[in-house]
């Protein structure tokens, strides 16, 4: 662990930059920039997942432009956990930027396999540390407090900084009886609240949630008691890195007596990385391949599956409409979805659900039975969070702008003065001296990145993407016309080329693409060929491999769909 603990002097009238690049204005994304005329720190590098307007884009980061122009100066990113929303951009930032990393063990751990995936983990420099450590970077000294949240190893952060201090909460909730035992650090909230807080920049997400946000326990009996009712095979559907979710729910499965088998890639790793840190505990008796599983009785397993957003490719999309290579779900089989639907994904999610209704199965979700609770702070989490901390200046941080807006109000319903609270938006400015905060307009270059598949393939919206690939490498039109009744292929599927190669010029190459188009239809479910999208993703997928490993070109895929 590299503790670089340093004690900075005091400077009454220094001055402090806040440049919010993300997560202000939407969920995801979140990225704070603090800067002071020789430096900069980071907190959190995170990434948003596109919405179903948005074809073609599989990422969208907070553009780092700002960083990069002024990358002498950054000392250092802080992560404040190891969700993706907030550490997902990490490998796209340090691409284009040499600055040390520093976190909690798990939340580099998880973050690592991002950074492998793309080739920057050995350039890396990444620091472990632990709450209550403290790190000097140039002109900020760094304090790590444990909150509680969805995922161990949580912290908020108190920066000392030459316009006095500033706390940045990071996600958190007050959890009384969390799963780990580790509570909310109170006592050092407190006392930062006693010493005085400059300014306080803190979680909104669940601002318009009344009340305080239930334990993460406080579900355990609704789940046991479906555990108890169900009499075969159980299917527990929730995000990866909920880590306390799933020691609960791997809990129950030794109570009930049931073995237990992982299914999708994210929930394998976050598994094992949390088990070798200490942070998850599983008797490796009751842990089978899910390979293996049509080797056990129903009602003696229970699957852990990821898909929880109705992803297209997870594990449960593929369940629901019989596609998984080797897990099937039977008539009266249980899935638990235990997960909030994020806003933008109602759709695939209800998808998904139908699907398996179809199948005779019994779903449980938020909806409709108390199988999940949030890891952020409702109302009255956030009014404690300020009223530990006392602060002089206030901005809302994480989430739409009703959000912001709503939590504005709750600080200003416990006495901070509505003049020092600002709702901000990302690429804004605050600028924080010991006697004022004021906010600025946007400065230079500020927004998001869309990137097709690699964080080192920058699309800056998705029409200049489209132009560049069509210059490029052209367009090519797979036009597809099935049966109305059943989604069979009703006639040769036909391919326009445009701006890529001439058709009658490459007579071989667009008749092996028609005979893999039909295979790719042919292989889905009857289900799967009457979601046009899904026909669309599968076509557009297989073809853009193809050219690429046939021409080395990838030209812009647009099939078509037409039902007779």
Same mark, same amino acid.
């Given at each position: 662990?590299?503790?670089?603990?340093?004690?900075?002097?005091?400077?009454?009238?220094?001055?402090?930059?806040?440049?919010?690049?993300?997560?202000?204005?939407?969920?995801?994304?979140?990225?704070?920039?603090?800067?002071?005329?020789?430096?900069?720190?980071?907190?959190?590098?995170?990434?948003?997942?596109?919405?179903?307007?948005?074809?073609?884009?599989?990422?969208?980061?907070?553009?780092?432009?700002?960083?990069?122009?002024?990358?002498?100066?950054?000392?250092?990113?802080?992560?404040?956990?190891?969700?993706?929303?907030?550490?997902?951009?990490?490998?796209?930032?340090?691409?284009?930027?040499?600055?040390?990393?520093?976190?909690?063990?798990?939340?580099?751990?998880?973050?690592?396999?991002?950074?492998?995936?793309?080739?920057?983990?050995?350039?890396?420099?990444?620091?472990?540390?632990?709450?209550?450590?403290?790190?000097?970077?140039?002109?900020?000294?760094?304090?790590?407090?444990?909150?509680?949240?969805?995922?161990?190893?949580?912290?908020?952060?108190?920066?000392?900084?030459?316009?006095?201090?500033?706390?940045?909460?990071?996600?958190?909730?007050?959890?009384?009886?969390?799963?780990?035992?580790?509570?909310?650090?109170? +006592?050092?909230?407190?006392?930062?609240?006693?010493?005085?807080?400059?300014?306080?920049?803190?979680?909104?997400?669940?601002?318009?949630?009344?009340?305080?946000?239930?334990?993460?326990?406080?579900?355990?009996?609704?789940?046991?008691?479906?555990?108890?009712?169900?009499? +075969?095979?159980?299917?527990?559907?929730?995000?990866?890195?909920?880590?306390?979710?799933?020691? +609960?729910?791997?809990?129950?499965?030794?109570?009930?007596?049931?073995?237990?088998?992982?299914?999708?890639?994210?929930?394998?790793?976050?598994?094992?990385?949390?088990?070798?840190?200490?942070?998850?505990?599983?008797?490796?008796?009751?842990?089978?391949?899910?390979?293996?599983?049509?080797?056990?009785?129903?009602?003696?397993?229970?699957?852990?599956?990821?898909?929880?957003?109705?992803?297209?490719?997870?594990?449960?999309?593929?369940?629901?409409?019989?596609?998984?290579?080797?897990?099937?779900?039977?008539?009266?089989?249980?899935?638990?979805?235990?997960?909030?639907?994020?806003?933008?994904?109602?759709?695939?999610?209800?998808?998904?659900?139908?699907?398996?209704?179809?199948?005779?199965?019994?779903?449980?979700?938020?909806?409709?039975?108390?199988?999940?609770?949030?890891?952020?702070?409702?109302?009255?989490?956030?009014?404690?969070?300020?009223?530990?901390?006392?602060?002089?200046?206030?901005?809302?941080?994480?989430?739409?702008?009703?959000?912001?807006?709503?939590?504005?109000?709750?600080?200003?319903?416990?006495?901070?003065?509505?003049?020092?609270?600002?709702?901000?938006?990302?690429?804004?400015?605050?600028?924080?001296?010991?006697?004022?905060?004021?906010?600025?307009?946007?400065?230079?270059?500020?927004?998001?990145?869309?990137?097709?598949?690699?964080?080192?393939?920058?699309?800056?919206?998705?029409?200049?993407?489209?132009?560049?690939?069509?210059?490029?490498?052209?367009?090519?039109?797979?036009?597809?016309?099935?049966?109305?009744?059943?989604?069979?292929?009703?006639?040769?599927?036909?391919?326009?080329?445009?701006?890529?190669?001439?058709?009658?010029?490459?007579?071989?190459?667009?008749?092996?693409?028609?005979?893999?188009?039909?295979?790719?239809?042919?292989?889905?479910?009857?289900?799967?060929?009457?979601?046009?999208?899904?026909?669309?993703?599968?076509?557009?997928?297989?073809?853009?491999?193809?050219?690429?490993?046939?021409?080395?070109?990838?030209?812009?895929?647009?099939?078509?769909?037409?039902?007779?």
């Amino acid at each position: 662990m590299t503790n670089l603990e340093k004690n900075i002097g005091e400077n009454d009238g220094g001055n402090l930059s806040i440049i919010p690049l993300g997560g202000l204005g939407e969920f995801g994304l979140n990225m704070m920039v603090y800067e002071t005329d020789q430096d900069i720190i980071v907190i959190d590098t995170g990434f948003m997942l596109p919405n179903s307007d948005m074809p073609g884009v599989d990422l969208i980061f907070p553009d780092i432009h700002y960083l990069v122009e002024r990358q002498e100066k950054v000392r250092g990113i802080l992560l404040t956990h190891g969700h993706e929303d907030h550490t997902g951009a990490l490998s796209y930032v340090l691409q284009q930027i040499d600055a040390p990393v520093f976190g909690t063990q798990l939340t580099l751990s998880i973050a690592s396999g991002r950074l492998r995936e793309y080739g920057v983990l050995d350039k890396a420099e990444l620091n472990a540390i632990a709450p209550g450590d403290k790190v000097s970077l140039g002109d900020f000294s760094a304090e790590f407090i444990h909150v509680t949240h969805s995922i161990p190893d949580s912290v908020a952060i108190a920066l000392q900084t030459p316009a006095g201090v500033v706390v940045h909460t990071g996600d958190f909730k007050f959890d009384a009886t969390p799963v780990d035992g580790k509570l909310t650090d109170i +006592q050092t909230l407190a006392r930062l609240g006693s010493e005085g807080v400059q300014l306080l920049l803190s979680d909104s997400t669940n601002a318009n949630w009344p009340g305080q946000t239930p334990s993460e326990r406080s579900i355990l009996d609704s789940i046991d008691s479906i555990f108890q009712k169900t009499e +075969q095979s159980l299917f527990l559907c929730t995000f990866s890195s909920s880590l306390h979710r799933l020691q +609960q729910f791997i809990d129950l499965a030794v109570k009930h007596r049931r073995l237990v088998a992982v299914t999708g890639r994210s929930m394998i790793n976050n598994i094992r990385t949390a088990t070798e840190l200490g942070h998850l505990k599983i008797n490796v008796d009751y842990l089978i391949d899910a390979r293996d599983a049509s080797l056990y009785k129903p009602h003696e397993i229970v699957i852990l599956s990821t898909g929880s957003q109705g992803e297209p490719r997870s594990a449960m999309s593929l369940i629901a409409v019989d596609n998984h290579p080797f897990l099937k779900v039977e008539p009266n089989d249980t899935v638990v979805i235990s997960a909030r639907i994020i806003p933008g994904n109602e759709k695939t999610v209800g998808n998904v659900i139908n699907h398996l209704l179809r199948r005779g199965v019994t779903i449980y979700h938020e909806r409709n039975a108390n199988v999940h609770v949030s890891g952020h702070g409702s109302s009255e989490d956030l009014k404690l969070m300020l009223n530990l901390l006392r602060p002089k200046f206030f901005v809302p941080i994480h989430g739409e702008y009703q959000n912001l807006v709503r939590h504005a109000e709750l600080a200003e319903s416990v006495g901070i003065a509505r003049s020092n609270i600002n709702v901000v938006e990302d690429g804004e400015r605050i600028s924080l001296t010991s006697e004022s905060c004021e906010v600025f307009e946007r400065q230079g270059r500020s927004g998001r990145v869309l990137v097709d598949g690699k964080p080192d393939i920058e699309l800056e919206d998705i029409v200049l993407r489209d132009r560049i690939q069509l210059s490029q490498d052209g367009m090519v039109i797979p036009i597809i016309v099935l049966q109305s009744d059943g989604g069979a292929i009703a006639t040769e599927p036909e391919i326009i080329s445009r701006g890529f190669v001439h058709i009658d010029d490459s007579e071989e190459l667009f008749t092996e693409a028609k005979n893999i188009t039909r295979n790719v239809i042919k292989n889905l479910t009857d289900e799967q060929r009457q979601e046009t999208e899904t026909v669309q993703d599968e076509v557009r997928t297989v073809l853009r491999k193809f050219f690429s490993k046939q021409m080395q070109r990838s030209p812009l895929v647009l099939p078509v769909v037409m039902r007779v």
